[in-house]
């Protein structure tokens, strides 16, 4: 079963990735001191605190119960590390696709895509004009791994908004990706179909037809 799930705090340690759990984007060392509390603890309270001024701030993916991908989002206020980066928005209020992570063996078969829409879709439902991003060039030095590559996004539909030689902001209009339901959950099934081990289950429509489904529970 494939299902998408709201991130919540009681699932901040279903977050996957080469650094997780990482606090990357919500925290800044103050005066070279940071936040002496442990990541999970920060990352909790910080998904607390969206979700309380915005709502949820991304979605978890599972694949048979197991953790496969994370991707967050937020309005700026509350992306404390894009402070650090010329091509910040000047808006707080401005969208912002924080990161997405998958983790093997779904790292390079699509999802991540999935999750990418999931987080345009959700938007919509705040009625978001578009979704930002500060993401990285080759030229970028010293990127973390949280800070999503320019080249995957604009494979995706975003497109530079304000230009930088290593870290530029991209943008989506969201009124060009109105169908992203059915479109995540056909990549889904095309996707998990390539994973051995991994069935896709069967959704049976009205008309008889039936194709692979992926749950997306609020």
């Given at each position: 079963m494939r299902e998408l799930r709201p991130l919540t705090p009681d699932r901040v340690?279903?977050?996957?990735?080469?650094?997780a759990p990482c606090t990357f984007w919500q925290t800044v060392p103050r005066n070279g001191h940071s936040d002496p509390r442990e990541p999970l603890e920060q990352l909790a309270d910080w998904v607390e605190t969206v979700t309380a001024d915005w709502g949820p701030p991304g979605r978890v993916a599972y694949v048979d119960g197991q953790p496969a991908g994370h991707v967050l989002v937020a309005p700026a206020r509350h992306v404390a590390r894009l402070a650090a980066f010329a091509?910040?928005?000047?808006?707080p209020s401005t969208l912002m696709l924080v990161t997405a992570v998958m983790t093997p063996p779904y790292?390079?078969?699509?999802?991540?895509?999935v999750l990418v829409q999931s987080a345009a879709k959700d938007a919509l439902r705040h009625r978001a004009r578009s979704l930002e991003v500060v993401a990285a060039r080759p030229l970028a030095v010293s990127r973390h791994s949280c800070v999503l590559d320019v080249?995957?996004?604009?494979?995706?539909?975003f497109r530079v908004e304000r230009d930088h030689p290593?870290?530029?902001?991209?943008r989506i209009e969201?009124?060009?990706?109105?169908?992203l339901r059915d479109e995540a959950a056909a990549a889904?099934?095309?996707?998990?179909?390539?994973?051995?081990?991994?069935r896709p289950v069967p959704e049976t429509h009205p008309n008889g037809s039936s194709h692979a489904s992926v749950t997306d529970r609020a």
């Open positions: 340690g279903d977050l996957v990735g080469p650094c091509t910040s928005p000047s808006d790292a390079g078969g699509g999802l991540r895509k080249a995957f996004l604009e494979k995706v539909g290593a870290y530029p902001r991209l969201l009124r060009t990706v109105v169908t889904v099934a095309r996707v998990l179909a390539r994973v051995p081990g991994v």
